[in-house]
């Protein structure tokens, strides 16, 4: 009985809580773009989408982005998530050029 | 050099610390009363020059190929009945590319337990603990195949190898069904086969297969035994959901099934996770939801940066066979996290966990506070 009642309050709160999470991002703004986000505005816009994808799409799916690190390791950040993530050499490159506008 | 470390595993576990260190050679060693000779400083410079060794064989010419340093540095907090145990720790990992298609990369833990004395004495005991989580190397032939050897993190379900560095984990403990298909040690010494099986632009299908040797070393503990991870992914919708398997070999034979459910909406900062294990003598689930707002400035408001986490799992035991690490009755434990991720890679964690079982209700009170670190390994040319 007190597993059923303890599963129960637990879904209910989940899908509460899932529920509002949604709700509140109708119409709010659209997620911030990580720490090191490539926000130059000489970037063509293209490959900065292409890069944030890649990121959000397999980076951030496990941890969130760190703040700021030196340019000088992001080739090896992006090597280290392309074992982890099975990233393309596409993929890898966006990447790159995300961190590094 | 040689110093003796016991470590008591009741008195760990009744302080739920034993989630925090997932990293592998540290879960098993808890879910074991030890006394054993730990060569604590000739491992240390041992470590130190293997990674010195692998820094040394890098290349230095390509800007933004230089090696790195990461990790978490952390302290922890657990009350549990009265009784608080404190556990200051660090996870550095290394990780160095040789040439165009291979990565060596090593992740460590080094850590203290602070506990308080049991049967009603007085002050404290503290002991140690350095070890090796992982040692590997990667070789990327293409996206499809990459080739691991080494040391690796089981991949069984998501938790082992994706969600247990200090600096990643909402929840300072682990989930209690962890160690069900990570041969206790949570790695295994042999090869793993992993990568992209099919992508396009609706899914995509990824894999992670390995054979693991027995090995009694102490800072490459295994046993032997394979299995895999499938897990398929849809970006339109964020989700993920994953089938993972595998089988030990050694002594007793046993299998492991595992699934796991990932939802992270579009345009939220909203995560839901979910794991179901299934062993020979146990198997059990969790279910986890944290949720930032960016209603209030974006996530790096004030506001922004709190983490509310939700967590409630049930273990079930089939057999009184405990040899897996889940309770040995059946337990359910809910755990309310409070998180703020505080600038410059710092983040507070607190929880309050509520656990039921046959053998007695515990409260859990949690806090910690862990900060992320990423350099370069060396100055070099911009």
């Known amino acids: 009985m007190m597993n059923s009642k303890l599963g129960l309050c637990g879904v209910l709160v989940l899908v509460s809580v899932s529920a509002f999470a949604v709700g509140a991002q109708q119409g709010g703004a659209p997620v911030t773009a990580p720490t090191r986000t490539a926000a130059d505005a000489k970037q063509p816009a293209q490959q900065q989408d292409e890069g944030q994808r890649v990121f959000q799409q397999h980076c951030s799916r496990c941890h969130a982005a760190p703040e700021g690190f030196s340019p000088r390791i992001s080739g090896t950040i992006v090597r280290h998530m392309r074992v982890r993530a099975s990233l393309s050499e596409h993929e890898e490159k966006e990447l790159l050029r995300f961190f590094n506008p | 050099m040689y110093r003796k470390v016991t470590i008591d595993l009741q008195l760990i576990e009744d302080c739920g610390t034993h989630g925090l260190a997932q990293s592998a050679k540290f879960t098993d060693m808890l879910r074991l009363h030890l006394d054993i000779k730990v060569p604590v400083a000739a491992r240390a410079i041992r470590g130190s020059l293997f990674a010195l060794a692998i820094l040394a064989t890098t290349h230095h010419g390509s800007a933004q190929n230089t090696p790195l ?270 998180n703020y991720s505080l600038p410059h890679n710092t983040r507070i964690l607190t929880s309050y966990a509520r656990q039921f079982s046959a053998s007695g209700n515990q409260n859990i009170w949690e806090t910690g506070i862990v900060y992320r670190f990423l350099v370069p390994a060396w100055k070099g040319k911009r």
């Not at chain 2, 990459?146 to 991949?155: M, Q, S, W």
């Not at chain 2, 938790?159 to 560095?165: A, E, Q």
């Not at chain 2, 396009?200 to 102490?218: H, M, R, T």
């Not at chain 2, 986490?309 to 059946?330: E, H, K």
């Open chain 2, 69 to 338: 340093i990461s990790g978490g540095a952390g302290f922890f907090t657990s009350t549990n009945g009265g009784m608080t145990t404190y556990l200051p720790i660090i996870e550095p990992l290394i990780a160095a590319p040789l040439g165009q298609h291979v990565l060596a990369e090593s992740r460590a833990a080094l850590l203290e337990i602070v506990s308080p004395n049991g049967s009603n004495q007085s002050g404290y005991d503290h002991s140690h603990f350095i070890g090796l989580t992982y040692l590997q190397g990667d070789y990327l032939a293409s996206r499809h195949f990459t080739l691991v050897g080494g040391d690796y993190l089981i991949p069984f379900n998501t938790y082992n190898d994706r969600l247990s560095p200090i600096w990643i984990g909402n929840l300072q403990d682990g989930p209690l069904i962890a160690s069900l298909g990570t041969f206790s040690s949570g790695s295994g010494l042999g090869g793993m086969l992993r990568g992209n099986a099919i992508e396009s632009n609706k899914y995509s299908i990824d894999y992670a297969c390995f054979y693991s040797v027995p090995s009694s070393n102490e800072q490459f503990i295994a046993q032997r035994g394979s299995g895999g991870r499938a897990s398929v992914y849809l970006p339109n919708q964020r989700l993920e959901a994953g089938f993972s398997y595998d089988r030990l070999l050694q002594s007793t034979r046993e299998n492991f099934f595992g699934a796991h459910v990932w939802w992270e909406p579009k345009d939220t900062a909203f995560r839901l996770r979910s794991e179901f294990g299934r062993g020979q003598h146990a198997q059990g689930y969790w279910v986890e939801a944290d949720y930032r707002t960016q209603r209030f400035g974006g996530l790096d408001s004030a506001i922004g940066r709190i983490e509310p986490v939700f967590r409630m799992q049930q273990t079930f035991r089939i057999d009184a066979v405990a040899s897996d690490g889940l309770p040995s009755m059946n337990t359910q434990r809910v755990d309310f996290g409070l």
